[in-house]
């Protein structure tokens, strides 16, 4: 038993080092200029922050957000259809739907979703 412990320590061991050899030999040494830039999303880092950022860019990513966080809360409905009275999982889905459909509404009414030509 005690033979297994030193040679399963020693083959840990070997493997260790043979991690952090093989890590510090197949590091790329070249510094790519976008690699080290603190942005990654476009922006040129030399240049002034300042510059003025498309607002329905933003728009359509937080509206794709919203979406999606909304399906993941959508998927666990139909998995507790099993487990639920009919007629409280209809009232939840509509009225969960009926937000969502709203919101788009809104959204659509204010112009966020139409793209600038």
């Given at each position: 038993?005690k033979i297994i412990l030193i040679?399963?320590?020693?083959?840990?061991?070997?493997?260790?080092?043979?991690?952090?050899?093989?890590?510090?030999?197949?590091?790329?040494?070249?510094?790519?200029?976008?690699?080290?830039?603190?942005?990654?999303?476009?922006?040129?880092?030399?240049?002034?922050?300042?510059?003025?950022?498309?607002?329905?860019?933003?728009?359509?990513?937080?509206?794709?957000?919203?979406?999606?966080?909304?399906?993941?809360?959508?998927?666990?409905?139909i998995l507790t259809l099993n487990?639920?009275?009919?007629?409280?999982?209809?009232?939840?889905?509509l009225f969960f739907l009926l937000?969502?459909?709203?919101?788009?509404?809104?959204?659509?009414?204010?112009?966020?979703?139409?793209?600038?030509?």
């Amino acid at each position: 038993m005690k033979i297994i412990l030193i040679m399963s320590s020693i083959i840990s061991l070997i493997l260790l080092i043979l991690v952090l050899v093989l890590n510090l030999i197949s590091k790329k040494t070249f510094a790519d200029r976008e690699k080290s830039s603190p942005f990654e999303c476009g922006f040129d880092p030399k240049n002034s922050a300042r510059l003025p950022f498309s607002l329905q860019f933003f728009l359509i990513a937080v509206i794709f957000l919203i979406f999606d966080v909304e399906i993941t809360l959508l998927l666990p409905l139909i998995l507790t259809l099993n487990f639920s009275n009919l007629k409280n999982y209809s009232i939840i889905s509509l009225f969960f739907l009926l937000i969502l459909l709203i919101g788009l509404y809104h959204e659509w009414n204010q112009g966020a979703l139409t793209w600038a030509s």
